[in-house]
């Protein structure tokens, strides 16, 4: 092997370490930034100590306040909704609805952030994750809590649910962004994880084609 062809795989070696660190140590405790990548493929394998020390830092919960008419009732049931703003969310902020709204349940809605934009109060993401909860929070009736954490999806929601005493958790079947295919879902991972019954959000497509095809079904035979 020639001193290019060397020096060639040094640096492909060198590279792949420092991206396999983020892969396998940050972007699965929630890290999405692509600043990771930048940092990982310069650094090699001097970032593996680096990512070790963030992937150890616990999930914290940011911000947490009422988004509804909240009465505290203990009997309640009380609903652990994930809201990312994906349309998928969005199907599990309505699911959520037609199941439990109607028993007069709590709902909980969560927004989970990367821990790199938790860090700093006064991020436009933040806030705009708080306006995000505040607008499907209207969607629901009774009493809602919004809360705001940071960390890997599914271990903030499953801490968040036990601080709640949650009753059930309901997301959708997967989230925004290409995060999702590094980190797995946060759905499968919750349904064989969490405490609680996970219900899952059917996809807006498969609620779509169900709908039309109930309605081919219903359609009278035309006469002859």
């Not at 090699?44 to 680096?50: D, E, K, R």
């Not at 909860?133 to 036990?162: H, K, M, S």
């Not at 295919?181 to 991972?189: D, F, K």
């Amino acid at each position: 092997m020639d001193t290019v062809a060397s020096v060639a795989v040094v640096i492909a070696l060198w590279v792949l370490t420092g991206l396999a660190a983020v892969v396998l140590l940050l972007a699965r405790q929630g890290y999405r930034a692509g600043g990771w990548y930048l940092m990982g493929a310069v650094l090699g394998p001097l970032f593996i100590p680096i990512a070790a020390e963030r992937a150890r830092r616990d999930v914290a919960v940011l911000e947490r306040g009422a988004g509804g008419r909240p009465d505290g009732d203990p009997d309640r049931l009380t609903v652990v909704v994930g809201v990312d703003g994906s349309a998928e969310s969005d199907q599990a902020v309505r699911a959520a609805g037609r199941l439990f709204a109607a028993g007069g349940a709590a709902f909980v809605l969560v927004n989970v952030l990367d821990p790199d934009e938790g860090e700093f109060p006064d991020d436009a993401r933040r806030r705009a994750a708080h306006d995000l909860l505040v607008d499907r929070a209207g969607w629901l009736p009774g009493g809602t809590v919004l809360e705001i954490g940071c960390g890997q999806p599914a271990r903030v929601l499953q801490e968040i649910a036990a601080a709640e005493a949650a009753d059930v958790l309901v997301l959708g079947r997967r989230g925004r962004g290409f995060s999702r295919r590094l980190m797995g879902s946060v759905a499968a991972r919750l349904a064989h994880e969490a405490a609680v019954p996970v219900v899952v959000a059917p996809d807006a497509a498969v609620r779509e084609g169900e709908g039309r095809a109930a309605g081919r079904t219903e359609r009278p035979a035309r006469r002859s």
